[in-house]
T-cell receptor, first 111, second 115 residues
Framework: DAKTTQPNSMESNEEEPVHLPCNHS???????IHWYRQLPSQGPEYVIH???SNVNNRMASLAIAEDRKSSTLILHRATLRDAAVYYC????????????FGQGTTLQVKP | DTGVSQNPRHKITKRGQNVTFRCDPI?????LYWYRQTLGQGPEFLTY????????KSRLLSDRFSAERPKGSFSTLEIQRTEQGDSAMYLC?????????????FGEGSRLTVL
């Protein structure tokens, strides 16, 4: 499975946008970019995924670089409830569907 | 829809004892996954079922670990002769059989402490 690289931690102020970067320079053509987050004392939860085009949903936006070697998860207005560990994961369309997690980015949101 | 349910939520045991965790996936989800997570680390894949068939096992799953999904519904993860290194959160997830976009739904986990 191709690897992703994320900063260990980031800080944000409440109600400001947050841009969480992810590098995946060895991504292959069949790899989808998935983001999950894990709130304290909970299991991970799905946030968003994409292949080539930028994606928006009610939780976040995903901006994918033209060469697909990097992506950015965008939280438009951070709230205290968004404090979590955010995982960027490459998921091949040909595999079993399992997710291989890295260490993720711990996001702190300051009031 | 009650989501993925895991029991027990917490288990404290003495070294050498056997423990069993149960996972009830979302109904009609044919895929079921087990993960282990230690403090400060991301979840590590252990094993995966498609219906009742166990199709993949990680090298992390030593001989002391066994998982079953007898009727393709709930699953159990048993750890025999527990060791202190087994202390972790054990997470279960389920999904529909969708190749690339299927979202994994995780339970809240079962926390094991081995004394």
């Amino acid at each position: 499975d191709a690897k992703t690289t994320q900063p260990n931690s980031m800080e944000s102020n409440e109600e400001e946008p947050v841009h969480l970067p992810c590098n995946h320079s060895t991504i292959s053509g069949t790899d989808y970019i998935h983001w999950y987050r894990q709130l304290p004392s909970q299991g991970p939860e799905y946030v968003i995924h994409g292949l080539t085009s930028n994606v928006n949903n009610r939780m976040a936006s995903l901006a994918i670089a033209e060469d697909r070697k990097s992506s950015t998860l965008i939280l438009h207005r951070a709230t205290l409830r968004d404090a979590a560990v955010y995982y960027c994961i490459l998921r091949s369309s040909s595999n079993t569907g399992k997710l291989i997690f890295g260490q993720g980015t711990t996001l702190q949101v300051k009031p | 829809d009650t989501g993925v349910s895991q029991n027990p939520r917490h288990k404290i045991t003495k070294r050498g004892q056997n423990v069993t965790f149960r996972c009830d996936p979302i109904s009609e989800h044919n895929r079921l996954y087990w993960y282990r997570q230690t403090l400060g680390q991301g979840p590590e894949f252990l094993t995966y079922f498609q219906n009742e068939a166990q199709l993949e096992k990680s090298r992390l799953l030593s001989d002391r670990f066994s998982a079953e999904r007898p009727k393709g519904s709930f699953s159990t993860l048993e750890i025999q002769r527990t060791e202190q290194g087994d202390s972790a959160m054990y997470l279960c997830a389920s999904s529909l059989l969708v190749a690339n976009t299927g979202e994994l739904f995780f339970g809240e986990g079962s926390r094991l402490t081995v004394l």
